[in-house]
Nanobody, 123 residues
Framework: QVQLVESGGGLVQAGGSLNLSCAAS????????MGWFRQAPGNEREFVAA????????FYADSVKDRFTISGDNAKNTLYLQMNSLKPEETAVYYC????????????????WGQGTQVTVSS
């Protein structure tokens, strides 16, 4: 059974940092991309960042470029998202997604999702 478990969310002041983790288990994700998405109340799920299996290719939403860094440790089957200079409007539930293919900035290109971790940025 595939499991993606996010952790690292919490409450942080504007300008602060958080490092999210996503532990994957249950199957191999070799050859597939993994990504992070977020969803605020009343909004659609939006792309944040994605990384190829090799880690060579990384993609970011324009709004997070130069502030967020996606990385992965294939040996540990863990995906990370380092978030710096957080803004109140980035308050959302952050989701990890696996087995992305094709246009990996689109949510429906992923086959597996975690339960999400809440990130709250206070002003």
């Amino acid at each position: 059974q595939v499991q993606l478990v996010e952790s690292g969310g919490g409450l942080v002041q504007a300008g602060g940092s958080l490092n999210l983790s996503c532990a994957a288990s249950g199957r191999t994700f070799s050859g597939y991309a993994m990504g992070w998405f977020r969803q605020a109340p009343g909004n659609e799920r939006e792309f944040v960042a994605a990384i190829s299996w090799t880690g060579v290719r990384k993609f970011y939403a324009d709004s997070v470029k130069d502030r967020f860094t996606i990385s992965g440790d294939n040996a540990k089957n863990t995906l990370y998202l380092q978030m710096n200079s957080l803004k109140p409007e980035e308050t959302a539930v952050y989701y990890c997604a696996a087995t992305g293919s094709g246009d990996i900035t689109i949510a429906n290109r992923y086959g597996f999702w975690g339960q999400g971790t809440q990130v709250t940025v206070s002003s």
